[in-house]
């Protein structure tokens, strides 16, 4: 029957370390259990340092197993490694269920990833729009220089010229002054600012009178040529002003400007040119009697506010 002390003997002789697990243990238990006892309390301390520790083979084979085959895996090219799993979804219902989820997440995955780029870029663009079009309804062009160019086409450019030339070069003036409108009315938008709508329809107010007022063969070319040109003010004037800016121009310096634009419907009337232009004055004038009726309502209030005064002191 072993003994701690008969090992001790043993090893201090020479002996070697004692590994021999007797059949029955001291108290009686049987071999394996004891045996199992005795290599847990006394086999670690009396093992040499030169031999490895003792690891189950469950835990040493598993990791690098797994380490190994991924390596496998990874030297493999795509095409073979796609194939072999298709094999095994084929094989194993398991492994074809989880290809499918995986895929399925992978594409929601990518939807979600080409969404959020294309709304990144949308919002990104919306904000370049807002910020242009507040800048825009910031700033203020003056077209006037347009207005003295046209005067210019009209009456000192060709002054010189004579004969059938003075034809010719009304073509010319004719299509300087009708592509200055065509500037005036690109740069004029629904969201420019109030200053810029006012210059661009003053300033042709002022082309207009100029054309009307133009003499010789360029002038009177230019007149007949001149058709649609009225279009242009009224499309700034109706479509791109809304009403209360519309009521800031009739009633400018006591309702001057709208003054000055009647003289210019007159002139072209006389001319049989710009016939857009009366509609857009019937348009104007209808705002300014709104706001004369306005007035005469006030002063009707204050009257009667009067009288009701007069006829309580009468009664006093």
């Known amino acids: 029957m072993d003994h701690p ?3 001790q003997r043993i090893e201090q002789e020479g002996g070697g370390p004692y590994y021999i697990a007797p059949v029955v243990g001291p108290d009686g238990q049987p071999q394996h259990q ?47 490694v796609k194939d072999l799993l298709l094999q095994a979804a084929m094989r194993d219902h398991a492994v074809a269920t989880r290809v499918s989820a995986t895929s399925r997440v992978a594409r929601i995955e990518e939807i979600v990833k080409t969404t959020s780029a294309h709304m990144m870029e949308m919002w990104t663009a919306e904000n370049k729009r807002l910020e ?36 010719d070069m009304a073509g010319d ?9 065509d500037e005036i009315l690109d740069q004029t938008k629904l969201l420019s600012s109030y200053g810029t709508k006012k ?13 009307c007022l133009a003499n010789g063969v360029v002038g009177h ?55 857009e232009l009366q509609g857009v004055l019937e348009e104007l004038d209808s705002l300014s009697d709104d706001d004369d009726e306005d007035d005469d309502d006030g002063d009707d209030d204050e009257d009667e506010g009067g009288e009701d005064d007069e006829d309580d002191e009468s009664d006093e």
């Open 173 to 181: 003036a004719e299509d300087a002054i009708k592509r200055m409108l």
């Open 5 to 7: 002390a008969k090992r």
């Open 221 to 275: 070319e230019v007149r007949k040529g001149c058709l649609g040109w009225g279009e242009k003010l009224a499309v700034v004037l109706l479509d791109r002003m809304d009403d209360d800016e519309r009521w800031m121009l009739v009633t400018d310096g006591n309702g001057e400007w709208l003054e000055k634009f009647r003289e210019v419907v007159s002139l072209a009337n006389s001319y049989c040119v710009f016939e």
């Open 34 to 80: 004891y045996q199992q006892q005795y290599m847990q309390q006394y086999v670690p301390q009396y093992m040499p340092q030169c031999m490895p520790q003792y690891i189950p083979p469950s835990m040493a084979t598993a990791p690098s197993a797994e380490a190994s085959l991924r390596e496998q895996i990874d030297s493999l090219p795509t095409s073979t």
């Open 132 to 167: 242009a079009l507040a800048a825009e309804s910031k700033r203020v062009i003056d077209f006037d220089s347009y207005s003295k160019s046209a005067w210019h086409e009209l009456n000192t450019k060709y002054a010189c010229a004579s004969g059938s030339r003075e034809y």
């Open 199 to 211: 210059s661009a329809v003053e300033t042709m107010r002022k082309i207009f009178k100029s054309v």
